[in-house]
């Protein structure tokens, strides 16, 4: 019974990808060859018992002399198509059948799934890379090299003095980090001038909200006009923040989460709120979005990961030397120019039971709350006073609000009722 599911299942899936090919008018195989490719593979291993044998392997041979013979045809007839799409799905769906005669239905479906989707999207890819400019391919470079050739070859070891500095992980940490901004970058690039100032105070928070903060407030001091607007997005990516935050701490500290998460939606419903009251009656304007650089740059990366090892060291000796409450100004201080860092390093101490959620999930607030006053000076000096004064106001609230949090929010186990 399980023989004839599988080849049923491979008939279904030849058919998926064939109905396609034939729908572009492949010349290679279409809606009849690509079942037969399939259910061929999977007969060459149900023949050997659910085992790969010398019949699944002189199968793709003559599969791939098959293809071959076709191509050439193909040439001498003067078709000179040198694409490899069809072919190489063909080979693909034959192993696909392999794999349906093992039992291995998961992987079979997912990869015909794939398949089908790529052959599919061709003119939307294609126009995705005709798209790209030289820094996006950098981009995609760079985090490939940041993530899949730095972050192997680092020790995973601690040094120096608080055995604090480990490599591995601090690197670790940057590829979060850049991995957060680049996945925001992408959005940000294809959606291109389709980016309102809801979407592109969004997606800038997750880039850098300080960059979106300077960008905007650049664009306001040759255009006044345009401060109510610049303020909104500039709201909104700051607001982010605080989203950007959690994900962190849920990635890194899973369990600190359940502490920060009431306190910091609470701060970001204020925000949220703030940003509400302003939408409504600008969101018919419009300002020029920022042309934000690459986020995986290889030198920025470097600097954040000094950074944060840097911070790791001073949040370490400082609790040693000063006791816990020097985490609050650590953090004020730190967080004046990245979140990030002691975000990271809070949540990494409260995994090693270091410091409390209670107090964890304070020193990033004290964090981000610097980093709008950080924020608020840089519209002083780069924006139109107007900007200043709405900008002024936005954060003031939030500050307040952060600084009421931090006082009065209580220290009791408030989700352990709602079972988290």
Known sequence: METYQSLAIALGLGLLVGLQREWKESEIAGIRTFPLITLLGTLSVVVHQGELGWLSAAGLVSLALLL???????????????????????????????????????????????????????????????????????????????????????????????????PHGIWRMVVLIVGISMVAYVAFKLLGARVGALLGGILGGFISSTATTVSYARQTKEAPGLSA????????????VNVRVLIEVGVVAPDLLRKALLPMS???????????????????????????????????????????????????AGKDLFGDQALYWIAGISGLTDV?????????????????????????????????????????????????????????????????????????????????
């Open 68 to 166: 071959s013979i076709a191509n050439v045809s193909k040439i001498r007839a003067g078709k000179l198509d040198f694409g490899m799409t069809t072919e190489v799905a063909a080979l693909l769906m034959f192993v696909v059948g392999c794999t349906l005669g093992m039992g291995l239905l998961g992987p079979a479906l997912v990869t015909a799934g794939i398949t089908t989707m790529l052959l599919h999207w061709k003119r939307r890819l294609h126009g995705i890379v005709d798209s790209l400019a030289d820094k996006d391919v950098r981009a995609v470079m760079n985090l490939t090299l940041i993530a899949l050739v730095i972050l192997p070859v680092l020790p995973d070891r601690t040094y120096g003095p608080y055995d604090v500095l480990n």
């Open 229 to 240: 607007m610049a303020a909104l997005v500039i709201l909104i990516a700051s607001a982010v």
């Open 266 to 316: 609470a701060m970001l419903l204020l925000m949220i709120i703030e940003c509400v009251l302003l939408y409504f009656p600008l969101r018919k304007q419009s300002t020029e979005p920022p042309d934000h650089d690459d986020p995986a740059q290889l030198k920025p990366a470097i600097l954040f990961a000094a950074l944060y090892a840097v911070v790791l060291f001073i949040v370490a």
């Open 340 to 420: 990030d860092a002691i975000t990271l390093t809070t949540a990494k101490m409260f995994n090693e039971e270091l410091v409390d959620g209670e107090m964890a999930w304070r020193v990033i607030l004290i964090a981000t709350l610097s980093n709008l006053v950080f924020k608020a000076l840089a519209v002083a000096v780069l924006g139109s006073r107007r900007l200043l004064l709405y900008v002024g106001i936005g954060f003031g609230v939030a500050v307040a609000g952060g600084v009421a949090l931090l006082l009065y929010w209580p220290e009791t186990e408030y989700l352990s009722g709602i079972g988290l």
